[in-house]
């Protein structure tokens, strides 16, 4: 089966950067989309950005120009590269794929989520 393992959430002061990753693993025939999502306590989870196979991207309003999403196909792995970090932006981040199986289907696979802290 499928498998998203993120890495790179933290505690970081207002102003600065983080860098999170998405590795997908397991009985991958193409990934078509990856995206990151976001989900703060006792709210609903929320698009940050998404990249699809043909690099396309969109952003959330709220972190244009401030997140860069990006993805290496060798890898199976998306990255979102969060500069001037605000304290709004502290949230669980969630990695979503939708990932082509070798039998012709595809599903949506989520992340188990990291948490980002930002300090002001």
């Known amino acids: 089966q499928v498998q998203l393992v993120e890495s790179g959430g933290g505690l970081v002061q207002a102003g600065g950067s983080l860098r999170l990753s998405c590795a997908a693993s397991?009985?991958?025939?193409?990934?078509?989309?990856m995206g990151w999502y976001r989900q703060a306590p006792g709210d609903q989870r929320e698009l940050v950005a998404t990249i699809t196979s043909t690099s396309s991207t969109n952003y959330a309003d709220s972190v244009k120009g401030r997140f860069t999403i990006s993805r290496d196909n060798t890898k199976h792995t998306v990255y979102l590269q969060m500069n001037s970090l605000k304290p709004e932006d502290t949230s669980v981040y969630y990695c979503k794929a939708l990932i082509e199986n070798p039998l012709g289907t595809t599903f949506q696979y989520w992340g188990q989520g990291t948490q980002v802290t930002v300090s002001s």
């Open positions: 397991g009985s991958i025939f193409s990934i078509n989309l």
